[in-house]
């Protein structure tokens, strides 16, 4: 216990030091992300804040360790390192999304390969329980890929992306704790005190974002925190089994991965290429609602509690219903909010035509007007 409340508050106060500096610093460098018509900010604002995220998490991670305990931890800290850079290269000169693919591949190799992070078991989703070693790199490949990406791609609005990342973190570092998993604990608490004091500086309206360089570092360590949840948690003979593991460990991911998925497969079926920018998002569809940014990030942390609770009590009914019954709920919540979302910006729309008219006829009233009194 002791390494982890010591690990959370370095984590904190590495990050919160830190970043005023690395605010000064873009501003004096330039380094900012421009608003555009895709985006939701309307001024320049410094971005980078992932250096601080980083930095606090791989010193507090490092030190609240024991040396020994986990040789994986080294390759885990190769894989952020890889990670770290790559979205550091990408906020200030900008990659490609193959670039950015490949980096995001050896990432994830190094985590499969190095780390023994991979899926092994199904755990009766779909009746499919032990799975082959091909059809096991392959999936978790995927898995690590798409929420490393899920968590860049939810980083739209002030605060969203880290208050969801604190809300996983925590969550799994809990789970971590009592199941007598020092090293994922620690992990996970380091990387959650990191998020708490860059959300300082985040929370609207924001001084700085975390940029790639930070919300890829949250997407990679959630995504070896949850296979490892689903590994340890799905074991009858770990120190805290739970029914409908990856059920679960869906539902801690709920709001960042389900939208990511959607999104991909809307981008797909489109013949688009699924890293390609849009604003088909869940927090689009809330702004179009006309939620700020802070109703938007604390409607979809509430939403994500709400999953997590639903998937807890219904455990008992087995992987498959779970996560169909997840999938359910959440294409309700999306279906409703886009309704919505889109009442609101016809209407609006519709306003905004019926003031340009208004305006035009007093233009030309006035004119008339002038021409009259000028004869």
């Known amino acids: 216990m002791d390494n982890i409340l010591l690990s959370a508050a370095l984590a904190f106060l590495i990050t919160f030091f830190a970043i005023p ?12 992300d421009e608003p555009d018509e895709r985006k ?29 305990i986990a040789s ?40 499969i390969k190095f780390g023994g992070v991979r899926i092994t078991d199904m ?23 798409v929420i490393t990406n899920s968590f860049n791609l939810i980083d739209g609005v002030d605060g969203l992306a880290g208050s969801l990342g604190m809300l996983t973190t925590i969550v799994f570092g809990v789970y971590f704790f009592y199941a007598g998993q020092l090293t994922y604990g620690v992990m996970a608490f380091s990387l959650s005190g990191s998020i708490v004091a860059f959300l300082i ?32 948690a799905g074991s009858p003979t770990s120190n805290l089994p739970l029914q409908a593991a990856p059920a679960i460990g869906f539902a801690i991911l709920m709001i960042p991965l389900f939208d990511t998925l959607r999104v991909f497969t809307i981008r797909i079926l489109d013949r688009r290429s699924p890293f390609s920018p849009d604003r088909n998002h869940v927090h689009h569809f809330l ?8 109703m938007v990030t604390i409607t979809c942390v509430l939403a994500n509690i709400i999953f997590i609770a639903l998937a807890y009590f219904l455990s008992s ?10 999938l359910a709920f959440a294409l309700v919540f999306i279906g409703v909010i886009y309704y919505y979302g889109r009442l609101k910006s016809k ?29």
């Open 317 to 326: 009914k087995g992987t498959t219903i779970v996560i169909f019954a997840l």
């Open 123 to 145: 755990h009766g989703f779909l009746g499919i329980n032990e799975i082959p070693q091909i059809a096991s790199i392959v999936l978790s490949f995927f898995t690590i890929i």
């Open 201 to 232: 500086y985040n929370f609207s309206p924001a001084k700085i974002f975390m940029g790639d360089t930070g919300s890829l570092l949250l997407g990679l360590i959630n995504s070896i925190l949850v296979i490892k949840f689903i590994n340890i």
């Open 287 to 294: 702004l179009d609602m006309g939620l700020n940014h802070k």
């Open 72 to 111: 994986e931890l080294q390759y885990f800290a190769a894989a952020a390192t890889v990670i770290f850079f790559l979205g550091l290269k990408d906020d200030i000169l900008v990659l490609s999304a193959s670039k950015k693919f490949i980096g995001q591949l050896v990432a994830a190799g190094i985590v």
């Open 40 to 68: 939701v900010h309307k001024t320049v604002i410094p971005t980078l804040g992932g250096l601080g995220i980083f930095a606090g998490f791989i010193i507090a991670t490092l030190m609240g360790v024991p040396s020994g």
């Open 21 to 32: 500096i690395i605010i000064q610093v873009a501003k004096d460098k330039k380094l900012f």
């Open 347 to 375: 209407a609006a729309k519709q306003e905004r035509v019926s003031k340009a008219n208004i305006i035009k006829t007093h233009k030309v009233l006035s004119l008339a007007s002038e021409a009259v009194e000028a004869e």
